[in-house]
């Protein structure tokens, strides 16, 4: 098996157009156009080393030999590197997987989901309808809510849009219909979103993003990794802000904790790391949360052990820090809570430490590896570990034992997710 550099659960594959600088195009010193093949050559690569370390083809329906056949002729046509980016996007696109992607993008590209993402959307039967809205996001401001049926995406009809936007004969597996709309709905980078949702009659809804290039004003201060405050006398409250990546979050952590220490109960919010993290901060942080070592998370690598069977293993969690918070503990997750932050929610709720409340997570597959084109220098990232909780669930499809439906419940700055941990606080015990 090859080597690679592993970036468990880094979620480079969950950034928005600039959210991760490594997925934003750069600009210091471009790199000297390819040699004539050098093209077909990464391309190749790319198609042979997803081939070899993709670890849910099991899940696909798809033939890889199929989507080399279809898409190889036109790495001979190829002529300029953002249209080369194009064809290996349109090569990953093919696993429908949210986890894998690349680490550079073109104007014209999708935004990532779930971090370039505003809109959360499942099919019920042939209905697409919106599960949930970030907050404070365009899509909001524009008016879209939970439980909104989306007719058509850009004048497209939902069914022909996402049928189109699939690999030949995928269009009847449920799981890439549902990347497919969500991929849809994210939207291009370059171009203008606009929905028509059911009514009486339909409505189309023109989403504004922010202008391709324009900057948000500066502060002086970077964006602190955590918000931290006491909701009352008896509960705490410490959210992630897209920080699961950053050593300087378990510090920070450190230091809310000690001034919530003194609450029986804390509110732990993962709703904000679509982008993942790695294991060493999520481990720091719920190390503080138990007195033993004890097993959070169930790892699996098909054919590293002898003649190709997987290896089999469980990462532990051990304890840190000059005290253990050992009052109630919930944690707060939704459709945002991505990757590493995933695996902290499977990690608390399989050690038994706390109560996980809110909607179906992000459900971003496996741990990501992380390779580079030998010709181009550009770089990508796939699955190639599959992670479950401790109970033997895959993690993609671990649902939160509390789930909260949110039609309904997402008008007038509601936060129905929290609304209910809190009712479970202010709930008698059995």
């Not at 594959?13 to 471009?30: K, L, N, V, W």
């Not at 990464?42 to 030999?65: A, P, S």
């Not at 929905?195 to 500066?218: F, M, W, Y």
Request: charged share 20%; net charge neutral; glycine share 10%.
């Amino acid at each position: 098996m090859r080597l690679y550099v592993l970036l468990f659960c880094l979620g480079l594959a969950a950034g928005s157009a600039c959210a991760i600088p490594a997925r934003c195009p750069t600009s210091p010193a471009a790199p000297a156009p390819p040699a004539a093949g050098d093209y077909v050559l990464d391309f190749e690569q790319l198609w042979k080393e997803l081939g070899e370390g993709y670890v849910y083809f099991d899940e696909k329906k798809l033939d890889w030999n199929e989507v080399h056949r279809r898409l190889a002729p036109r790495a001979r046509e190829v002529h300029d590197r953002n249209a080369f980016i194009g064809l290996l996007e349109d090569t990953i696109d093919a696993l429908h997987d949210a986890h894998a992607g690349l680490r550079t993008n073109t104007a014209h590209s999708f935004r990532l989901v779930p971090t370039g993402a505003d809109i959360w959307a499942d099919f019920e039967g042939e209905r697409a309808v919106v599960t949930q809205v970030r907050p404070q996001s365009a899509a909001a401001r524009a008016g879209i809510r939970a439980g909104q049926e989306i007719l058509a995406i850009g004048g497209v009809p939902v069914a022909r849009a996402v049928a189109e936007h699939l690999a030949p004969g995928a269009s009847a597996d449920p799981t890439a219909r549902g990347w497919a709309l969500r991929h849809l709905l994210a939207g291009r980078h370059d171009e203008r979103r606009s929905l028509t949702i059911a009514g009486r009659p339909p409505r189309v809804v023109a989403i504004i993003d922010q202008e391709p290039g324009k900057k948000e004003p500066s502060t002086s201060a970077p964006p602190a990794p955590l918000q931290a405050r006491r909701l009352s006398a008896q509960a705490g409250y410490i959210k992630v802000d897209n920080s699961l990546g950053d050593d300087s979050l378990v510090p920070a952590f450190d230091a809310a904790l000690a001034e919530l220490a003194s609450c029986p109960a804390l509110i732990f919010d993962l709703r904000a790391t679509p982008s993942g993290g790695n294991t060493g901060v999520a481990e720091a942080i719920m190390g503080r949360f138990v007195r033993e070592a004890r097993l959070y998370q169930r790892y699996e690598l098909p054919g590293a052990g002898f003649s190709g069977r997987s290896r089999l293993w469980a990462q532990y969690v051990t304890p840190r820090g000059p005290f253990t918070y050992e009052g109630k503990l919930i944690v707060l997750v939704d459709h945002w809570t991505g990757s590493m932050g995933e695996g902290m929610a499977i990690g608390l709720d399989g050690m038994g430490r706390a109560v996980v409340v809110g909607t179906a997570m992000a459900g971003l597959n496996g741990a990501v590896y992380s390779q580079t084109l030998s010709k181009t220098g550009i770089g990508f990232n796939f699955p190639a570990e599959r992670l479950f909780h401790m109970n033997g669930t895959p993690r993609h499809l671990w649902l939160p034992p509390v789930r909260v439906d949110l039609r309904g419940q997402d008008d007038g700055g509601r936060d129905a997710i929290l609304e209910r941990a809190l009712m479970l606080l202010s709930s008698p015990p059995r």
